[in-house]
């Protein structure tokens, strides 16, 4: 990693101010070639992390900003190396010409995550902590800010180090005894770690059951709008996203395929869905739509049942309702509340029913209230709810490691037939704190950030 690395930190777009970086051994070196301090100072003279005022120059060196730079000594920095950050006017013309201008004086591109990865490598951030700070740069809502904001302060890590480190005394204390039999080392007995093996196997059980939570909290809950056609679910889609996002008309049908359009109701971010009108039809474009609005319902976290409360419930609304029968989170509303009312919630087989109407937003706020008791949640947004995919994957086989390593212990098998278990459960827990990561996997984590972090 002896290399000086550069990328726009900001992003190519118009803004207020623009961000250059440059890590690596060298790189003020190769600041100075593109960059003149007003104070006369080479950057190698400049003071530590204090912000001086020069001139950025192009390729061919005319002065195309005014800006200030800052140069952060190792191991002192954001990646553990030597950094020179120029802090420009945010034209993408001058971030261009001066990001081309570091390449000609000897830095090259940053790959995506690159300055992250280094950080990690340099030992300035743990994985999970690394991780989360791409969670943090994509959060959408307070709460997935306030969590991976948590994670980036280690509180994963911090979960996770105990139980890694107690399972590395277990086996240690096993190779000590079984290595070095002559020395005044404890008798190793496995049943004496029977208590710390279950309570840890109950720790990975608990920060596994946050997921649920902390996947809709970074994805959003996914809402399916459902009903038989022209009840007014793209009425209702259209209310809650502000604007009229999907074509209403008085005609059966209009929506053919489904419409999705991200939502804050509430305290809750919604992924909703607006679906074909569910009915036996004879237009074959038609029934394929159709056919994907069941599917959306079967694969949604929320389904919310829409019928016309303006008319007497038909058999295409029983038959909708049959398809959400099954739904563990299903919401009915009964629309176009201001046309009277000739259904009542009893008429309705869902714990929760609604009237509303699409036209002038009455029972929203409603509706809200309910979303948010299903899925806010009341875990704190912390750092202590798993979202991440990958994650989960690698401790739920952390889990199922140390169940297996306990069933052993319960059937009186050999320690080394049960550390067998238990190396496999911290090889799992390895690949989340980066106690055991293979570089393949390291390479795929950094592969989801942006260039410039």
Known sequence: MSDVIAAVSTGMCVSAIGIIRLSGDGCAAIADKVFTLNNGLSMEQATNRKQLLGQLRDKSGRVIDQCVAVYTRGPHSYTGEDTVEFHCHGSPAVLAAGLDALYRAGARPATRGEFTKRAFLNGQLGLTEAEAVIDLIEAETADAAANAAGQVGGRLQNTLTPIYNDLTD??????????YPDEDIDDFRLEDYSSTLRGNAKALYALL??????????????????????????????????????????????????????????????????????????DRIEAMGVERSKKEAENADLVLFVCDGSEALTQEDQDVIAVCADMPNAIALINKSDLGAKILPSDLPFTTVIHVCAKTGEGLSQLADVVDELFAGNTPCDGSILTNARQFDAIARAYESMLRGLQGLQLGLTPDAVLTDIECAMEAMGEVTGATVREDITARIFERFCVGK
Do not use: W
């Open 170 to 179: 277990l086996c240690s204390h096993f190779h000590a005894v079984l290595d």
């Open 209 to 282: 059951q946050t997921y649920g939570q902390g996947r809709i909290l970074r994805n959003g809950v996914a809402a399916a709008i459902v009903g038989k056609p022209n009840v007014g679910k793209s009425s209702l889609l259209n209310a809650l996203a502000g604007y009229d996002r999907v074509i209403v008309t008085e005609v059966p049908g209009t929506t053919r395929d489904t419409v999705e359009e991200v939502v804050m109701l509430g305290k809750t971010r919604l992924r909703l869905i607006d679906t074909a009108g569910i009915r036996d039809t004879q």
